[in-house]
């Protein structure tokens, strides 16, 4: 299975960041993975931003779901994060992910099995 980020390295702040993950090697409908975007800003850790289940179903770290929707294109077998309203804060890299698909907590690291390679985002102000 292979995840791989695209979107624009640099965005302005107050501007809405978007990012598409496309896989490979798997359905991002398949029973019952769930797919994931996390972040790690400069000098921290990583940061659970939300997901996408196989079903559709999405859900959200709550520090971020003011902000931030998940979406995904079937035929394309691609999902996209958009973030509204950047700061220079949400300057990151920024990656895409698959869980085990053992229902377990989507905000444990350990749950993932894939990763993209990740994509440097920097928000200008």
């Known amino acids: 299975v292979r995840l791989q980020e695209s979107g624009p390295g640099l965005v302005k702040a107050s501007q809405t960041l978007s990012l598409t993950c496309t896989v490979s090697?798997?359905?991002?409908?398949?029973?019952?993975?769930?797919w994931s975007w996390v972040r790690r800003p400069p000098g921290k850790g990583l940061e659970w931003m939300g997901a996408?289940?196989?079903?559709?179903?999405?859900s959200y770290n709550p520090s971020l779901k003011s902000r931030t929707s998940i979406s995904r294109d079937t035929s394309k077998n691609q999902f996209t994060l958009q973030l509204k309203s950047v700061t220079p804060e949400d300057t990151a890299v920024y990656y895409c992910?698959?869980?085990?698909?053992?229902?377990?907590?989507?905000?444990?690291?350990?749950?993932?099995?894939?990763w993209g390679q990740g994509a440097q985002v920097t928000i200008s102000s």
């Open positions: 992910a698959r869980d085990n698909g053992r229902g377990g907590d989507l905000s444990d690291f350990d749950e993932y099995e894939f």
């Open positions: 090697g798997d359905s991002i409908t398949t029973n019952y993975y769930f």
């Open positions: 996408i289940g196989y079903t559709g179903s999405t």
